[in-house]
């Protein structure tokens, strides 16, 4: 059975505001988590346009953070 890409699918610009909410949001608190702090600009800047670009998804997001130096103590 093929599996469907919705990625493919048009989306309208009040999906696309949606998507970019949770995913600066999805940061915000990925960062609390593993760091236990805000996130600063440049790196929260990198990590959205990861995400928001197709190049990563919220899983690879979180195997980067859990490997990163600042989340091994």
Same mark, same amino acid.
């Given at each position: 059975m093929a599996t469907l890409n919705y990625d493919k699918f048009p989306r309208t610009a009040s999906e696309d505001r949606e998507r970019s909410k949770n995913t600066a949001l999805f940061l915000d608190q990925l960062y609390r988590n593993k760091f236990g702090r805000e996130p600063? +600009?440049?790196?929260?800047?990198?990590?959205?346009n990861q995400l928001m670009s197709g190049a990563m998804d919220q899983a690879g997001v979180i195997k980067a953070?859990?490997?990163? +130096?600042?989340?091994?103590?």
């Open positions: 600063d +600009p440049e790196g929260k800047d990198y990590w959205y953070f859990d490997a990163s +130096p600042a989340n091994i103590s």
